[in-house]
C-alpha cells in the first residue's frame, strides 16, 4: 500500500504537465493566428480541447497563459547551446554561432511570440523585459565574454565587447529578420542564411582584427 500511495503524487503531477502542455499548445495556435487582443479564454479553451473551467484551473487569466508561452520561448531558446570555446578561433566561432542564432530566430512559426510580444510590450511591459532579459540580453553576455578571451588572446582588438556583441548580432539579422518577422518573406533558407552569415563575420572582423605586432 506504501509503494502505491507514494507513486500517486508523481502520476497526478504528469497528469498536470501533460494538461499544461496541452493548454499552452492550443492557446499559441490562437495567439499566432488571432494575437494578443483577438484570442479569448474561450477560443483557446475550445483548441486546447479544455473547459474554460479547467483553463482557469491552470491560468488565471490570458496575460498569466500568454507570459507562460513567453517562458516557453525563453527556455527553447535557451536550450540552443552555442559553443563559446574561448580557446576556438574567431571567425569559425562567429560562422557557427551567426548561423545557429538566424537558424533559431527565423525558424518556420518561431516568429509569433515575438511579434506578440512586441504588440503588447507597452501595455505589458514587465513581459517585454523579460524576454528580452532572459533570451536577448543572455546571449549578447555570453558571447561579449567570449569576445573578451579572444581580445585577451589578441585574436581581436575591441574595447566594448558587449557592444561589438551586439553589433555582430544586428549584422547577422541585416536583410533576414525583419523581412521574416513583419511576414514580407518567408523563413530564410540555409543557403541565404549562410550567405548573410559569411558577409557578417568578414565584415565585423575587417572592423576589429588584430593588427599584426610591430616588434
Request: net charge neutral; with cysteine.
Amino acid at each position: 500500500m506504501v509503494a502505491i500511495h507514494s507513486n500517486t503524487p508523481r502520476a497526478a503531477s504528469d497528469e498536470d504537465g501533460s494538461k499544461r502542455r496541452q493548454i499552452l499548445n492550443g492557446a499559441s495556435k490562437v495567439f499566432m493566428e488571432l494575437g494578443f487582443d483577438g484570442a479569448s479564454m474561450g477560443e483557446i479553451a475550445r483548441a486546447a480541447g479544455v473547459s474554460k473551467g479547467t483553463l482557469y484551473v491552470y491560468f488565471a487569466d490570458k496575460s498569466r497563459l500568454f507570459e507562460a508561452i513567453v517562458e516557453e520561448e525563453t527556455l527553447e531558446q535557451g536550450r540552443l547551446a552555442f559553443n563559446f570555446d574561448p580557446t576556438r578561433d574567431a571567425a569559425t566561432t562567429l560562422r557557427e554561432f551567426g548561423y545557429a542564432y538566424i537558424a533559431l530566430l527565423c525558424r518556420p512559426g518561431g516568429g509569433s511570440a515575438i511579434r506578440t510580444v512586441m504588440a503588447i510590450a507597452e501595455r505589458m511591459p514587465e513581459v517585454g523585459r523579460r524576454y528580452y532579459g532572459n533570451v536577448l540580453e543572455k546571449t549578447i553576455g555570453r558571447l561579449a565574454d567570449y569576445l573578451e578571451a579572444r581580445v585577451k588572446a589578441k585574436d581581436v582588438a575591441i574595447d566594448n565587447c558587449q557592444l561589438a556583441a551586439s553589433q555582430f548580432m544586428m549584422l547577422c539579422q541585416a536583410s533576414l529578420f525583419l523581412p521574416f518577422i513583419f511576414q514580407a518573406e518567408p523563413p530564410p533558407s540555409a543557403e541565404r542564411i549562410t550567405e548573410v552569415i559569411e558577409s557578417a563575420t568578414q565584415m565585423f572582423l575587417a572592423a576589429y582584427q588584430a593588427k599584426p605586432s610591430s616588434n
